[in-house]
């Protein structure tokens, strides 16, 4: 089945940083989507990204679905950002498969 | 508000007991899963539903039950027989499944003793 990676795993950053999130994924997909867990474990939906690039605020996402990866950019980092990072994509089957997540801290 | 409501949000059980978990959406999605998510990995799916009176098992569905009676209801319950029940359980929905564009409920907290 598709193997979904993210990367880095873990990302420690200060107030006001930029960071660039990475999901590849093995095989053509049908859909990809980006999600947050805040720390209290609610997961908020942040793009609907089958390919090209989207915009919301200080997030946007870009898919390349025929290189088989999808970046989510996050410019000047608040601590609010700070949480877990997914990327699920949708395979030939209509199951979501889910990345291990990229595990985001920002300090003040 | 449009949304998907779980409860309860923390739910406290001994061992043996089964426990349900209420999950209910007024988005008017035809779709509802429900997902397990231990400390520090990401999510499993254990059941879904792509219409009502039909669901399918996910990836870790024993010890699980579910039922669909009504569009907006998709109930989960942990019975004895799941090994290992203390987990996060998120209920999700979408309007279409092969769409996979995925919202969540804020999630139950289950901790059995």
């Known amino acids: 089945g598709i193997q979904v990676e993210q990367s880095p795993p873990d990302l420690i950053l200060q107030e006001g940083a930029n960071s660039t999130l990475r999901c590849n994924f093995s095989d053509s997909v049908n859909n990809l989507q980006w999600f947050h867990q805040n720390p209290w474990g609610q997961l908020i939906n942040l793009f609907y990204?089958?390919?090209?690039?989207k915009q919301n605020g200080r997030l946007s996402a870009t898919t390349v679905a025929t290189e088989r990866y999808s970046l989510l950019y996050i410019s000047s980092s608040q601590t609010t950002d700070s949480g877990v990072y997914f990327c699920?994509?949708?395979?030939?089957?209509?199951?979501?498969?889910w990345g291990a997540g990229t595990k985001l801290i920002i300090k003040p | 508000d449009g949304g998907i409501t779980q409860s309860p949000k923390y739910l406290f059980r001994k061992e043996g007991q089964n426990v349900t978990l209420s999950c209910e959406q007024n988005l008017n999605h035809d779709a509802m899963y429900w997902y397990r998510q231990d400390p520090g990995q990401g999510l499993r799916l254990i059941y879904y539903s792509q219409i009502v009176n039909d669901f399918q098992k996910g990836d870790i569905a024993e010890g699980y039950s579910v039922s669909r009676e009504k569009k907006e209801s998709f109930p989960l319950t942990v019975t004895s027989a799941q090994k290992n029940p203390t987990a996060f359980y998120l209920c999700?929905?979408?309007?279409?499944?092969?769409?996979?564009?995925?919202?969540f409920g804020e999630g139950s907290r289950l901790t059995v003793l």
């Open positions: 699920a994509v949708l395979d030939s089957n209509y199951q979501l498969i």
């Open positions: 990204i089958p390919s090209g690039t």
């Open positions: 999700a929905s979408s309007t279409q499944p092969k769409t996979g564009e995925l919202f």
